[in-house]
């Protein structure tokens, strides 16, 4: 099911993993990083009223970053 973010919330998640970058890459595939985009989802939430899941969060900042990725391969052909 799609989720309808805004640009606040995609910020929030942006600074929130940028943050946490070394947090995130000392952990081990699996449930602990579930547990982290758990808590991502929740710091959202708390702040803006949503109901996104870690999941969706995950899956958000995954299409953010290939976005991004793919947008700057077009701007260097």
Not at 3 to 29: G, P, Q, S
Not at 50 to 73: A, E, M
């Amino acid at each position: 099911m799609p989720t309808d973010w805004n640009d606040m919330e995609e910020r929030l998640l942006i600074n929130e993993r940028r943050t946490r970058n070394v947090e995130y890459h000392a952990l081990k595939n699996g449930r602990p990083k579930r547990a982290f985009w758990d808590r991502m989802a929740q710091r959202i939430n708390n702040q803006y009223g949503t109901t996104f899941t870690g999941d969706q969060c995950h899956n958000k900042f995954l299409n953010l970053t290939r976005s991004y990725y793919v947008s700057n391969l077009r701007m260097k052909s």
